[in-house]
């Protein structure tokens, strides 16, 4: 019978220790972002430059402080994205990444559908908003905007041990 007690215990604490995970991995860290106006939706004309602040509304944002790659956001613009792609500077290889399922507005999948086929251009929002992290800004054809962070090489190389180099920033004190 002391068995049978210990083991329901066990798998009781496996069970719960696993909801707590899950809880706080897809709900628990991330919080409402506040729109800050003309400096939500920046994006670069060229990389000497500073951000560009674009016009948008129904802004939301996500974030975390548990790491400088959770943030995601959505919203919409009028500007056209044939003058976008004219004026800024398009991010190479830009992969959006993931949001929690609770976050409807932002379709990693359909958005990354839509930047192969075309239907949307990814740019550089801003470089090093974190110490090798970049915000990634992209728009489609009807004027949906996505943000996203995504690592830089310097970032890749921090994160990674391997020796960052030379052409890296000095990376920031704690």
């Known amino acids: 019978m002391t068995g049978k007690i210990l083991a329901i215990i066990l798998l009781l604490s496996a069970a ?3 909801a707590g995970m899950y809880y706080l991995q897809v709900y628990g860290y991330y919080y409402d972002v506040e729109p800050r106006p003309g400096e939500d939706v920046v994006l670069l004309a060229d990389a000497a430059q500073p951000p560009v602040a674009i016009p948008y509304s129904s802004f939301q944002a996500i974030d975390a402080d548990s790491s400088p790659i959770r943030y995601r956001a959505c919203f ?7 003058e976008l792609r004219a004026t800024y500077l398009p991010a190479e290889e830009a992969t959006p990444l993931t949001a ?6 932002y379709d990693a999948v359909g958005l990354a559908d839509d930047l192969k086929s075309g239907k949307a251009q990814a740019f550089v929002g801003q470089k090093n ?3 090798g ?3 990634i800004v992209a728009i489609t054809q009807d004027g949906k905007g996505f943000i996203w962070h995504i690592l830089n090489n ?3 190389k921090a994160y ?3 020796v960052v180099g030379e052409e890296c920033p ?5």
């Open 16 to 18: 719960l220790a696993g």
């Open 76 to 82: 919409e613009t009028d500007v056209a994205l044939d």
């Open 100 to 105: 929690p399922g609770w976050f409807d507005c």
């Open 129 to 131: 908003v974190h110490y």
């Open 133 to 135: 992290v970049d915000r």
């Open 154 to 156: 310097c970032g890749e």
């Open 160 to 162: 990674d041990g391997t």
């Open 170 to 174: 000095p990376r920031p004190e704690n």
